[in-house]
């Protein structure tokens, strides 16, 4: 796949999903990712810092819906594509009024997000409870 082909929506569903989750993992380029998640949804791209905001300690990741900003909190998190993709669904839930951010939508957005690029996780690594996940 070209990166001519994703710029001109030239793909299949599956291979976007594929890329996304690439883009992540192996290319270790979640900012990149973010790009093509928010031109897929039509919305504005959020931004990406990494460490948490004041006030969140615990959390592997958040998003912060004034800001328009996903946090990571720590180096490991940022190339994780459940934890990318999860904030994302919170960003997207915040941006297009259709606010359904629950926990339990996000977790099932992102499993089913890489269950689709065939990356889906296996283990309890990704059975993460709210306090962890934001």
Do not use: W
Not at 13 to 42: M, N, T
Not at 74 to 83: A, G, M, N, S, V
Request: aromatic share 8%; charged share 30%; net charge positive.
């Amino acid at each position: 796949m070209t990166r001519a082909s994703i710029e001109t929506g030239k793909i299949t569903l599956e291979d976007f999903h594929d890329h996304v989750v690439g883009l992540i993992r192996v290319e270790r380029k979640p900012d990149e990712a973010l790009e093509l998640l928010s031109r897929h949804y039509r919305v504005e791209k959020p931004t990406l810092k990494m460490g948490l905001p004041k006030g969140e300690n615990s959390a592997l990741g958040c998003y912060v819906t004034r800001e328009k900003t996903i946090y990571i909190s720590t180096q490991e998190y940022l190339y994780d594509p459940y934890i990318i993709i999860h904030e994302f669904y919170h960003h997207l839930r915040s941006v297009t009024g259709k606010h359904r951010g629950t926990e339990r939508h996000a977790r099932d957005f992102a499993l089913d997000f890489l269950k689709k690029s065939g990356a889906a996780p296996t283990g309890s690594k990704y059975e993460l409870g709210p306090e962890r996940v934001r």
